[in-house]
């Protein structure tokens, strides 16, 4: 911890509850809040917090769930759990939310896509209702100290889940932390930007504010093609043409960066710090909520970018230049030593500190985790370049950057 110091110009606030570490999607579901657990330890062992006001989460209210999702899901959502999943599918209310999906011979769905089935994307597990509500209070307690003028970057690694709707969980994600967080901005900002470096489209944040000028989205992700078997990358949406609601004022106030697998550090950055740029220069937001997935590293269990931490880094920087309130939170992520390494070099870039790639495998409690032979022990180290079944080979970049300057 030494050499860590407080931002000068700036304040910082972190906001965490550990026990959303103690939940399991399932054996082999990829999304693991043990992710979340190496990120806590490496901040922790490079001395993080003493650059940073550090909050405990406390669970958000049904009442602030509701500000956006429908009061029934709400409902569901606080009450579900494995043993009472199957006496709720019956209560009338929620006989109404049986999902039109299409995944619904992959498995057996229950209402609002829940399900108890191994292979779901978003499975009922032990400890769901805390984990949800915890999230979500961290996201809404970093909004305050936000909203409030008493932080002017604020933190939540376990936050940033994009996909929930209104009355759906989708992708793994349950309650729309990110649509509640702008909620709350929009009674104090006038203009909200939102920015997502998910490897995933945020279509859940997109379709929320679609007839809303006063929020404008903007999600670079991975599009197209998944493989050779004719399905497309999850969610799908999110093509160069959809800029918010036709024929509402809420049009061209969304904006996509559509993108093929394999993209690298340079062709990334160019995208990400033209059109982001852009962005900000012709919409002014007043405030901005950073989406942070770190699928969209090289080597992610499900993503398909060849981004290098230090990259994935730079969009941090570039948005936080804009000294404007910011609201940061994680997202995807699901090569877990990868998404602690990335996570706890951007909480050291929120608070201006400049970290020593070596991680102080003295300190940290799982030091096997980042210290692996063949990738070798430090915190920035380049994760391997992979190939996939579409690569970003003669995408025209300047042609999308050109388009999307409208
Ligand atoms: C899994 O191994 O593309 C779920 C999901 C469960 C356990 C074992 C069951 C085996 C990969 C994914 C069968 C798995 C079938 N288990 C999963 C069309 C799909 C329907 C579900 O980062 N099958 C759906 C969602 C995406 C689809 C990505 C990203 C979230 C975020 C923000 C969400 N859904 C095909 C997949 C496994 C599983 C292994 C999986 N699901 C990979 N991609 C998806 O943007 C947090
Ligand atoms: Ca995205
Ligand atoms: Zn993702």
């Not at 500000?67 to 569901?76: I, Q, R």
């Not at 498995?107 to 779901?120: E, R």
Request: proline share 6%; with cysteine; aromatic share 10%.
């Amino acid at each position: 911890e030494q050499g860590i110091t407080r931002p000068k110009g700036h304040k910082v606030s972190f906001h965490y509850n550990s026990r959303v570490e103690d939940m399991h999607f399932g054996k082999t579901h990829p999304m693991k809040p043990w992710r979340l657990t190496l990120t806590k330890h490496l901040v922790l062992g490079y001395g993080l917090q003493y650059a940073m006001d550090t909050y405990e989460a406390v669970a958000a209210g049904k009442d602030q769930v509701r500000a956006f999702h429908d009061p029934d899901y709400v409902d569901f959502l606080a009450e579900v759990s494995p043993e009472t999943f199957p006496a709720l599918c019956e209560v009338e209310k929620y006989k109404k939310h049986i999902a039109n999906s299409p995944y619904q011979d992959l498995v057996d769905l229950g209402p609002f896509n829940l399900s108890t089935s191994p292979g779901a994307d978003c499975p009922v597990f032990d400890g769901m209702s805390t984990y949800l509500f915890l999230y979500t209070g961290a996201t809404l307690a970093a909004t305050n100290q936000l909203v409030t003028g008493q932080s002017d970057i604020a933190l939540n690694w376990s936050g940033g889940l994009h996909h929930a709707h209104k009355s759906e969980a989708s992708g793994f994600c349950y309650i729309n932390d990110i649509v509640l967080s702008i909620l709350d901005m929009l009674r104090v900002y006038p203009r909200v930007l939102y920015i997502d470096i998910d490897v995933h489209h945020g279509d859940g944040v997109e379709e929320a504010f679609q007839r809303q000028p006063r929020v404008m989205t903007l999600s670079y992700h991975r599009y197209g093609q998944y493989d050779d078997t004719g399905h497309k990358f999850f969610p799908g949406s999110g093509d160069l043409n959809s800029t918010g609601l036709k024929g509402t004022i809420g049009e061209h106030f969304a904006l996509n960066v559509p993108i093929p697998s394999g993209i690298d550090d340079r062709q990334y950055t160019h995208l990400f710090q033209s059109i982001t740029g852009r962005a900000l220069e012709a919409y002014k937001p007043s405030a901005i909520v950073l989406q942070c997935g770190a699928d969209s590293l090289g080597g992610d269990r499900l993503g398909q970018f060849n981004l290098n931490i230090k990259a994935h880094g730079e969009c941090v920087a570039f948005v936080k230049k804009a000294r404007l309130p910011l609201l940061i939170v994680g997202g995807g992520g699901y090569t877990a030593r990868n998404v602690a390494r990335a996570w706890c070099h951007e909480t050291a870039l929120a608070s201006d500190n400049k970290l020593p790639d070596r991680i102080p495998l003295d300190i940290v409690p799982r030091p096997e985790a980042f210290s692996r032979k063949s990738h070798g022990n430090g915190l920035l180290f380049p994760p391997f370049p992979r190939t996939h079944p579409n690569d970003c080979k003669d995408v025209d970049l300047e042609l999308m950057i050109k388009k999307l300057d409208y």
